[in-house]
């Protein structure tokens, strides 16, 4: 379970404070899949940031009951200047998984190939995308945060990421932020919208688009 | 994808768990370093060793030129090969520390990186490289002229106590990193060169007039230079060092740093 409080997060910029997340409520629990929807600029990344706790809330609680994945996106997570594979044993170590079982699984499931032995800056950010999709199920975590990585890309490896998700959705959470309705209805069950620093939960999915569409 | 590892050690509850997660973030961070600085194409190691070994032969032979000795008829090339791995290892871990979150950012993403890791991780790996060369020095100085140090534990005493202090330098450099990393990184170059001239690089303190001892003394890295130094040249020649002195720096910089740092890491990791 992933329980936010009353979180609140402020950001000073050049002196004076921006109020980014004004009380935000939140319960995710094993086998939950939500999209937050949200424009641009609306909080979205920041409060991944906060779940996954890379930052801390100015305010509020932020109760993890289960492993919450890093914001899993186009940038971030991985290291430019090493390879496919020795991000891998990289991660590996951090996360405490078998350094080898970590690069074989990953090698297979991103299907990189010999790119693996590339260092990751040349790669395109598909392949990044995959590369890091495919670390965190190796690591194997509770909760997946998702940052509008399958919204553009190669369709055939969405599906895939789509099925793996799937396959353990009994044991694991998906939170996806998107501003694309499309990617929301095939990953989700249940839909939310970020709007002027609050998360309102909409138990219809339809109901949330509208809401969406509405500003 | 049906094989199954292991289950992950995932919750950071306990204090074992959390230093063994700890420990393995760092483990990890050092082998990352390993791989960009000395790895694969990079000659990191290379350099490591030839730096200090082209100063100590540009000063032999302007000495030579001159007919110069060192004070105290201290073996040149054992002087400035030993001073100038001190300096480094200063160099490695406070320089750097500036751009550590901007350098890191995308592994930073990881909630179980910090930078304090980050920071751990690279003194750790450059005071024992450091020290490496350092040794690979002694015994060749040892082989071809015959001179082996005093005491070969005090002076890796002293360079773990100078990892330290370098280790609460780049705390304090890193928090303040905070306003500015590209400003403070301007302010901080220019005083690592100053800093070559006023540390124990080319001087040993005894060569100084004591007005100007009593000066340098103030710096906390020269205590450290006189202890190793004494370790490697033995007791025929004056040494100036207060361990306590030093000692407290380390403890106040560590301390300090370490609580800057806190305080400054949400404008970090923005």
Redesign the interface.
């Known amino acids: 379970m992933l329980r936010l409080r009353g979180v609140r997060k402020t950001y000073v910029e050049a002196g004076r404070p921006r109020e980014v997340l004004r009380g935000v409520d939140a319960t995710i629990h094993m086998g939950d899949a939500v999209g937050i929807l949200g424009r641009n600029g609306s909080g979205k990344s920041t409060l991944l940031r906060i779940m996954s706790g890379r930052e801390q809330p100015t305010a509020g609680v932020v109760e993890r009951r289960m492993t919450v994945s890093w914001p899993l996106g186009y940038d971030g997570g991985v290291h430019d200047a090493l390879t496919g594979a020795d991000n891998a044993r990289f991660l590996a170590r951090v996360y405490g998984r078998p350094p080898g079982w970590v690069v074989d699984f990953v090698t297979e499931f991103s299907e990189l190939g010999h790119e693996m032995h590339e260092p990751v800056r040349t790669y395109s950010a598909g392949m990044k995308a995959r590369l890091s999709f495919a670390l965190s199920l190796a690591v194997d975590f509770d909760c997946y945060l998702l940052d509008e990585v399958t919204s553009a890309g190669d369709a055939r490896f969405n599906a895939k990421c789509r099925q793996a998700l799937l396959a353990r959705r009994r044991r694991s959470a998906v939170i996806l932020v998107s501003h694309h309705e499309e990617t929301v209805r095939t990953f989700c069950r249940h839909a939310a919208v970020l709007k002027r620093g609050r998360l309102t939960f909409y138990e219809d999915m339809d109901e949330a688009f509208a809401r969406y569409a509405e500003f | 994808?049906e094989?199954r590892?292991?289950?992950?050690?995932?919750?950071d509850s306990g204090f074992w768990r959390a230093a063994?997660?700890q420990a393995?973030?760092i483990?990890?961070l050092i082998?990352?370093e390993i791989?960009?600085r000395f790895g694969r194409r990079n000659l990191g190691f290379v350099w490591l060793f030839l730096e200090p070994a082209i100063l100590a032969v540009g000063v032999s032979i302007i000495r030579a030129v001159r007919r110069e000795a060192l004070p105290g008829g201290l073996d040149i090339v054992a002087f400035f090969t030993i001073g100038y791995t001190l300096f480094y290892l200063q160099r490695a871990v406070i320089a750097r520390a500036a751009h550590t979150a901007e350098g890191n950012?995308?592994?930073?993403?990881?909630?179980?990186?910090t930078l304090e890791d980050i920071l751990i991780a690279r003194t750790l790996l450059e005071t024992g490289a450091v020290m490496m060369t350092a040794l690979i020095f002694v015994v060749l100085i040892g082989v071809f002229s015959g001179v082996w140090p005093r005491s070969i534990v005090q002076m890796g005493i002293g360079f773990v106590l100078f990892g330290l202090m370098a280790h609460g330098f780049a705390l304090v450099v890193l928090s303040l990193a905070r306003f500015d990393a590209d400003v403070l990184d301007r302010i901080i170059h220019p005083l690592m060169y100053f800093s070559i001239v006023i540390s124990g690089v080319f001087f040993m303190v005894w060569w100084l007039p004591k007005p100007y001892q009593d000066v340098v003394l103030l710096l906390p890295l020269i205590h450290l230079f006189e202890f190793v130094r004494e370790g490697q040249f033995g007791p025929d020649i004056p040494y100036h060092y207060d361990l306590v002195y030093a000692g407290a720096w380390i403890l106040v910089l560590n301390v300090y740093g370490g609580l800057a740092l806190r305080r400054a890491r949400?404008f970090l990791?923005?």
């Not at chain 2, 950012?105 to 990186?113: E, Y």
């Open positions: 994808m094989r590892a292991p289950r992950a050690i995932l919750e063994r997660v393995g973030v483990g990890a082998l990352r791989h960009t950012r995308a592994i930073l993403a990881h909630a179980r990186i949400p990791l923005e």
